[in-house]
Every structure is written in structure tokens, then in C-alpha cells.
């Protein structure tokens, strides 16, 4: 078996400039968001956008992601029925969701001061992710880059499209952006639809023996998922709790700013992770030692941008966003990016995991550096203020970056040395 790295690196070149444009759209922004809402405001924005991202992996009950691995494990047929069976689980737990928020909305609102009627539609709009996540993963299986980027950049243009309309032309404030993102994932949820049945994906047949086993697949992902957000987002309730939603505001231009090594990571693991799998079917040593000289080079491209962000950008930081109340968001910049470097780091070990089907075993660590992270977030905050925050995010992408690197030696071996292995 030899490698086609000019594969690798078309469809590499092809997703980073789609998750690029996509991705960036909240960097982008900035100059805009924080010129139209206050600091405030701005902190309650990213309050209702973190809730919308912990419930997601909830609802969808991580559902979509048994469909990546057996993708390459069976005929078309049958992942047709995969994909059916799986849009069970995610359609009752909505619903279920739903009837929760309904009952329970009055006391999050308050927790959170949001508008209780978001609330109620939380549970709709983490739905919506269903969809568009199913037919990326697929069209990226399938090494259709190009559909992959009309379908997220066209997805990006009307997000940020309709956001616009709302927050400058209807001067909807920090709503006129949550409801710019919500519509156009509604929209582009149902567009998903039509393009499943059009690459002939689509069906209405049931096999409850597969929906028995995405659920039983997807349910430790949901801890792993959400451990990995409470490492990505806990600060965001933290600062809000400790310091007021104008610090977090604040706090968070320097956060988007960091991201923006969050934007190549991505796109790295959107190219490297069916890549990955098709390769570890029967892998020879030199198949292996390839596959560890790119995961080498990832690293020192992750913390090379890394530093180059964060030593940069502070400097033009002013002529970038023109609000002086912003100004203080520049200290947070480099910690981030360093942080989002060792998040690249550490997705480029779990494909192993996944690939052996040991995601239990990633749960459990991504859980328990959730609890560091968060055991961190405060201590760190009350120590030394929001940039606590980044300290702990930082501290918290290194110690899972490390960890998972052990499970992965345990899980799958490799010649991580560049020397022959037994395995």
C-alpha cells in the first residue's frame, strides 16, 4: 500500500480554505460585533452561544459519529440504514429536550439572564446541528472536498449575512447575531436534507440493532464531548460568574482573536481524520512511520502559528478593533493560542482511539481534565482575574494533550521513536 500524500495535502488545501472562511467568521466579525454592542451585551452573546454548544453533543446523544467509522466498514446499503437508524436517537431526545426546557426555562433564564423564549428553543437549535454534521462527515468521507466547501461556505455567507441584516440593519443588538446563527442553521439543516437524497443517502429504513449500537457507541462521547468543551468553555461561565458579563466580553475578543489557531487545527483534522482511517485498515511499518512524520510536522506548524499569533497580533490589536473598551482583550491572546496549539496536539492522537473503538477510555480522561479544568478556572480567576481563565485553558489543552498520547501509545502502536515495531 503506498501513500498518496498529494491526496492528503489537496483535500488539506482544500478543507483549511473552507474552514478558513468558516471558521474566521467570528474573527471577522469582531470589528463590527464590537462596534454595534457593548461589552455587556457582547458577554451575553457568548453565554447563549456556549449553552447552544453544550447542548448539542446532548441532544444529538453523539449519534453522528459511529456513521464516521463504518463508513469504510460497509456497503452503501447498509450505512444508508446506519444513518437512518441513528436519526432516531437524536429526533427523541429533542423532543424530550424540549419538554424539559419547557418546564425548567423560568429558572435557567434567570441563572443565565436570557430571554426565557431562547430557552425554550435551545433544545430546536442544538438539533439543528444534526444534519449538516452527518453530510460534512460524509462528503469528507466520500473525498468531496469541493462539495464539502460550497456546503460550509455557503453556510458561513448566509450566517453571516443575516447576522448583519440583524444586528446593523435591524440594530437588533447581540439577539440580531444568535438570531443570524440559529436561522441560517435552520436553513441550511433542511438543505442537508435534500443533498442526503440527491447523493442517494437518504432512506427511511430502520434497523434497531443499529440504533442499539450508535447509542451504545455514541453515549461515552458525549461525556468525552462534553469534558472537551468544559476544557474549551467552562471559563466562559467562570468569568461571567466571578467577574460580570463586561469582563467576559472583554475577555472574549482576546479569546476569538486566539482562535485563530483553532481554524487550522480544524481544518487539519477534518482532512486528516478519514485519511487516518483509511490508512490503518493494514498498515505497513513505513505506512506507519509516514503517518507519524506528518503528526511530528502538525505539531511544530500548530505551535509555530501559535506563537506568531500571539506575539503579533497584540501590536496591531488597536488599528483591528476600534472600540477602546475592547482594549483590554489583548493579554489574553497569546494563552489561547498556545492553548488551541496543544488542542491541535491532542486531535491528532485520537483517531487511534476512535479507530480501535475505545472512545469509553478517551471519555474518561476528557472528563477528568474537565474537572481540572474547571477546579483551575477558579482558583486562577479568583487569583489573578479573567486571565486566570486562559491560564487554566492553557494548563488544562497540555494535560490532555499529554494523557491521550499514552492511551493512544496503549491502544494502537506505533513507532512514535521512528524505529521498528512489533505491532
Known sequence: ??????????????????????????????????????PKDLGKLYVAQVILRFLEPIVLFGSQHLTSIDFFQREKDSFKTLLSSSAVIPSISVVLFSVLAFFTASFWADLFDL?????????????????PAIFLQLVRNLNK?????????GWTVLNVGLSLLFVVSFDMNWEGRIGGIVLSNGIVFLLGIVLLYQQGYLSFDLNWKDT???????????LHNIGT??????????VDALCGKETLGIYMVGYQIGMIIMI???????AWTPFLFSKLKNPSYADKIKLVKIIYASWLFFIGSA???????????EFYIQNPLYVGAKKYIIWIALGYAFLGIYKSFCGFIFYEKKAHLLAGLTI??????????????????????????????????VLTFFLSYKVYKMPWLLRPTNS
Open 229 to 238: 468543551l468544559i476544557i474549551n468553555k467552562a471559563d466562559i461561565f467562570f
Open 368 to 401: 477528568l481534565n474537565g474537572i481540572l479544568n474547571m477546579g483551575l478556572n477558579y482558583i486562577l480567576i479568583m487569583k489573578y482575574d479573567a486571565i486566570g481563565a486562559a491560564y487554566a485553558t492553557l494548563i488544562s489543552m497540555i494535560f490532555i494533550s
Open 264 to 270: 487550522l487545527q480544524a481544518a487539519f483534522e477534518k
Open 212 to 222: 442499539k449500537k450508535a447509542l451504545l457507541f455514541g453515549m461515552p462521547l458525549i
Open 115 to 131: 430571554p426565557k423564549i431562547l430557552i425554550l428553543l435551545f433544545p430546536l437549535f442544538a438539533y439543528f446541528a444534526y444534519v
Open 145 to 153: 472536498p469541493f462539495l464539502f466547501s460550497l456546503y460550509q461556505i
Open 1 to 38: 500500500m503506498k501513500f498518496k500524500n498529494s491526496s492528503l495535502l489537496k483535500s488539506l488545501s482544500i478543507y483549511t480554505l473552507a474552514s478558513f472562511f468558516n471558521a474566521s467568521i467570528p474573527f471577522l466579525l469582531l470589528p463590527i460585533l464590537t462596534g454595534y454592542i457593548e
Open 307 to 317: 506563537l506568531l499569533v500571539g506575539f503579533v497580533f497584540p501590536y496591531v490589536f
